[in-house]
DNA sequence: CCGACTCTGTGAATATTGTTACAATGTCGG
DNA sequence: CCGACATTGTAACAATATTCACAGAGTCGG
């Protein structure tokens, strides 16, 4: 079984939307760009789900848990055992009846899915706090995704040197991508500068975009990205808390007209 | 026109589900908790949106823009016309046929529908490198976000003072969280703990947690949570990425039986 | 004040997503 | 090798979410 083609897969990806829910800030996609091929292609709810059973699965083999089932798996994620069937159907047929799951089989069939069964070379661009915090956090290069590129905007930190790796002037982008061969970006700019830099990269040929800069920036259809918003995280949960909570600081609500 | 009321509202609100849009992890509800009052409750769909409209609204408001129709908008945040004029009818009518929506009017109905109208208090829990990220940051302040005690489960932390905070044992908890009527907390702590912290801010009573961990937790029904995970984002692109693309590095790609 | 436009709010139609239910298959202790 | 039990994969159904499309209002230049 070679990755990503068992049953109905055809090897067709369309689709590019916005995200929120993983990052916490998901627009859904106008959807009717997707389904060019009505059949044939797999949902991106669904994608988006398989990260989130690999990890499970990687917990489960590292406490030494040989065999899952999809009610086990469902119940530590939240998820019903019918929609893990479900969505592991798309791709094909990895589980035992009477049984269930061998949990390292299955995860490595879906990091073959999901493209996680190489690394990933990335480009970060920003290398402010926020850049120089990410480049100290291991869980990515841990999970395949190496940073190998740096780009800032600021003409007073090109040439300076994080660890092996060199601040490059934006300008850059283009030839060093090609170089590198690097599709994955990381942006960790300022939300003035963000879609400028969307933009550029874009342009340089990025095909996937991580933003963490606190505003929805649009990419073609092409471009995959997902926004990393804890204020529209937080933002999303207030909703439901008030009511008779803490201090509601009453006072001038506005009120009257619509204009 | 008082917070959450004008049309179908009545002050219900049940799910709970884990988060993956957003933030970039979500996993929708079971579905199921939601509806116990079928009409009256606005789906939580809806409820994601408004903080990305609210996001927009600001920087229209800040660059001086004082209209804004529905088609304008969604063009700026990649979702259609009629979806954000459906969401926004949940709540009530606020534009007016001809002319669109009221920048600063909007925002603030939006805001007050959200419960962004006032100030909202916070534990951190777990003061490492991220942690301390996070104070520093400005912008959760700036959104009315306050981080106003710290946790950590390592007793050498405890006690140290960070800006005018001290560190508290988890063990006060429940004490602290009651004195300053905190109810959402921001967690910033290794996988192997988050469950374990989690259910203690739960048990403090907790009601809105923004996990950075990287593991999904699980909260009772009448919490809610979203999860920050840049990786959960990245591995939920890169399906759409390969095909041609870089080195495959190919070779053992796992075969043969399922079981 | 008119006529050509613009734009909202929403019923109805569609499209997408999730659940139920069950036949088929396999497990497992004895 | 048997019978009781567990679990998958999926068809059919149910629930949700999105888009279409248009009546009703309001705008705006002259």
Request: charged letters at 20%; glycine letters at 10%.
């Amino acid at each position: 079984m070679q990755r990503r083609s068992p049953k109905r897969l055809l090897e067709t990806h369309t689709d590019t939307e916005q995200d929120p829910p993983g990052t916490g800030a998901d627009v859904s996609a106008p959807a009717g760009l997707r389904d060019q091929l009505g059949e044939g292609t797999i949902p991106d709810i669904v994608i988006r789900r398989l990260p989130i059973y690999a990890r499970s699965l990687q917990f489960l083999e590292h406490d030494g848990i040989e065999t899952v089932s999809s009610g086990e798996l469902g119940a530590r994620l939240g998820v019903s055992a019918a929609q893990i069937r479900r969505d592991l159907s798309y791709f094909g047929e990895f589980g035992k009846q009477g049984k269930g799951y061998n949990v390292a089989y299955l995860l490595g069939q879906i990091k073959g899915i999901l493209g996680l069964d190489r690394d990933w070379s990335m480009a970060l661009v920003g290398v402010g706090h926020l850049g120089r915090a990410l480049l100290h956090y291991d869980g990515l290069q841990e999970q395949g995704f190496c940073i190998q590129a740096l780009f800032d905007h600021n003409p007073e930190k090109v040439g300076e040197k994080i660890g092996d790796l060199v601040v490059h002037s934006m300008n850059d982008l283009p030839k060093v991508l090609a170089k590198q061969n690097i599709k994955m970006a990381i942006m960790a700019v300022p939300a003035k500068g963000a879609q400028e830099a969307t933009d550029a990269l874009v342009a340089a040929g990025t095909l996937a975009i991580l933003n963490y800069a606190p505003i929805i920036v649009r990419v073609p259809t092409h471009v995959k990205i997902r926004h990393i918003d804890p204020i529209i995280a937080l933002q999303s949960m207030t909703y439901y808390l008030d009511s008779d909570q803490v201090t509601p600081r009453n006072g001038s609500r506005r009120n009257g007209a619509k204009s």
